[in-house]
T-cell receptor, first 119, second 112 residues
Framework: GAVVSQHPSRVICKSGTSVKIECRSL??????MFWYRQFPKQSLMLMAT?????????EQGVEKDKFLINHASLTLSTLTVTSAHPEDSSFYIC???????????????FGPGTRLTVT | QKEVEQNSGPLSVPEGAIASLNCTYS??????FFWYRQYSGKSPELIMS????GDKEDGRFTAQLNKASQYVSLLIRDSQPSDSATYLC????????????FGSGTRLQVQP
């Protein structure tokens, strides 16, 4: 399957600071990337859909000014958690949908995730 | 009603047995269906995709889809302890246009 990377894999930051997480599709072009959050023992929660060259679409209840998403190229999307607080501590996972001739693939491939701890 | 429903488990099977994981979905317009495996502390890994009614086999895994019953299942033959994980059912409701909708997952435990 296609490979998606995320960086960093783990980050600890102080309350009030901002953290940037990068998501890259390594061997394919991704027209669409998705950002999820997962709290312990809970299911994946979609935060936003990121389309290359346009503004991200946020799910209900997700603050767009707090979770800034940029999808500047077909292989890179970034999520910036601004003014992080302890309740933002979670496992953040991106996924990407491959662009193939005739339209985007329907399969989503996940990055390895970023574990954020806000102290 | 949740859009994608799974029994949370845990489903416990002995090593070598067949594990059967089930999933139902609410939207009849759903187009494509996926099974992901997620180990504790890791991100989901795509195992199978299925788009049309019937069975699809890949090694020890078989996905089954019944659109009339709005039901999709995953069979794991010759279960191994390394198969112990949470299995997520995912459905794409609007083809190409939306993120997958995930069930809450079924935890599988394969007893050695």
């Amino acid at each position: 399957g296609a490979v998606v990377s995320q960086h960093p894999s783990r980050v600890i930051c102080k309350s009030g600071t901002s953290v940037k997480i990068e998501c890259r599709s390594l061997d394919f072009q991704a027209t669409t990337m998705f950002w999820y959050r997962q709290f312990p023992k809970q299911s994946l929660m979609l935060m936003a859909t990121s389309n290359e060259g346009s503004k991200a679409t946020y799910e209900q209840g997700v603050e767009k000014d707090k979770f800034l998403i940029n999808h500047a190229s077909l292989t890179l999307s970034t999520l910036t958690v601004t003014s992080a607080h302890p309740e933002d501590s979670s496992f953040y996972i991106c996924s990407a949908r491959e662009q193939v001739s005739g339209g985007p693939s329907n399969e989503q491939y996940f990055g390895p995730g970023t574990r954020l701890t806000v102290t | 009603q949740k859009e994608v429903e799974q029994n949370s488990g845990p489903l416990s099977v002995p090593e070598g047995a067949i594990a059967s994981l089930n999933c139902t979905y609410s939207d009849r317009g759903s187009q494509s269906f996926f099974w992901y495996r997620q180990y504790s502390g890791k991100s989901p890994e795509l195992i199978m995709s299925i788009y049309s009614n019937g069975d699809k086999e890949d090694g020890r895994f078989t996905a089954q889809l019944n659109k009339a019953s709005q039901y999709v299942s995953l069979l794991i033959r010759d279960s191994q302890p390394s198969d112990s994980a949470t299995y997520l059912c995912a459905v794409n409701i609007l083809f190409f246009r939306r993120a997958l909708t995930f069930g809450s997952g079924t935890r599988l435990q394969v007893q050695p």
